[in-house]
């Protein structure tokens, strides 16, 4: 139980000074590049491989394969796969004051563009941006990260759960430049 409450209280102190994930993203179309493409019209998927880079407005993600798979009302669902030995990625500009960023990085990242929660499976790792500079991380074999409310969990099995002995997540949280003159 103590452990939850400190996870509690990170996670609190990951989502002060909230800014949320660009929302002009959301109207953007999706531009996708890689070496190849295949589609399925009938399923509306969308397969593409080979050095993949989809872009969204200011959300950027990058993978070995991607399959986008589209919903009646229009909505598009995005899995990444990364390359052998490497990691899937996503990057996205944060609303609120400028230069402010999230990426993140995992051996599958799965995006649903209806509800913008970007999920990260295998050697998961988040942090958040000013400019260049890292504000906050996280790191575990699960991340759920909803970019509406800048809210993300971690845990440490890839299956999203959190086991006993399934390893550890591991979060470094800077001091607000607030907190810094008190």
Same mark, same amino acid.
């Given at each position: 139980?103590?452990?939850?409450? /400190? /996870?509690?209280? /990170?996670?609190?102190?990951?989502?002060?000074?909230?800014?949320? #994930?660009?929302?002009?993203?959301?109207?953007?179309?999706?531009?996708?590049?890689?070496?190849?493409?295949?589609?399925?019209?009938?399923?509306?998927?969308?397969?593409?491989?080979?050095?993949?880079?989809?872009?969204?407005?200011?959300?950027?993600?990058? #993978?070995?394969?991607?399959?986008?798979? @589209?919903?009646?009302? +229009?909505?598009?669902?995005?899995?990444?796969?990364?390359?052998?030995?490497?990691?899937?990625?996503?990057? @996205?500009?944060?609303?609120?004051?400028?230069? @402010?960023?999230?990426? +993140?990085?995992?051996?599958?990242?799965?995006?649903?563009?209806?509800?913008?929660?970007?999920?990260?499976?295998?050697?998961?790792?988040?942090?958040?941006?000013?400019?260049?500079?890292?504000?906050?991380?996280?790191?575990?074999?699960?991340?759920?990260?909803?970019?509406? #409310?800048?809210?993300?969990?971690?845990?440490?099995?890839?299956?999203?759960?959190?086991?006993?002995?399934?390893?550890?997540?591991?979060?470094?949280? @800077?001091?607000?430049?607030?907190?810094?003159?008190?």
């Amino acid at each position: 139980m103590k452990h939850f409450f /400190l /996870l509690l209280l /990170l996670l609190n102190a990951l989502v002060a000074g909230q800014a949320y #994930a660009e929302k002009a993203d959301s109207d953007k179309p999706t531009n996708v590049e890689a070496d190849q493409m295949a589609y399925d019209d009938v399923k509306q998927i969308n397969t593409f491989t080979g050095n993949v880079i989809l872009t969204r407005g200011t959300l950027i993600m990058r #993978a070995h394969k991607l399959v986008v798979s @589209q919903d009646p009302q +229009g909505y598009q669902f995005a899995t990444l796969l990364a390359p052998a030995g490497g990691l899937a990625t996503f990057r @996205q500009k944060r609303d609120g004051a400028p230069n @402010q960023w999230i990426e +993140g990085q995992a051996e599958r990242i799965e995006y649903d563009g209806k509800t913008e929660i970007v999920k990260l499976f295998s050697k998961a790792k988040m942090r958040r941006l000013e400019g260049s500079k890292p504000t906050d991380e996280v790191e575990g074999e699960f991340i759920s990260y909803d970019s509406r #409310a800048e809210f993300f969990t971690v845990n440490n099995t890839p299956t999203g759960e959190n086991k006993p002995g399934g390893g550890r997540i591991k979060a470094v949280i @800077q001091p607000r430049s607030e907190a810094k003159g008190k």
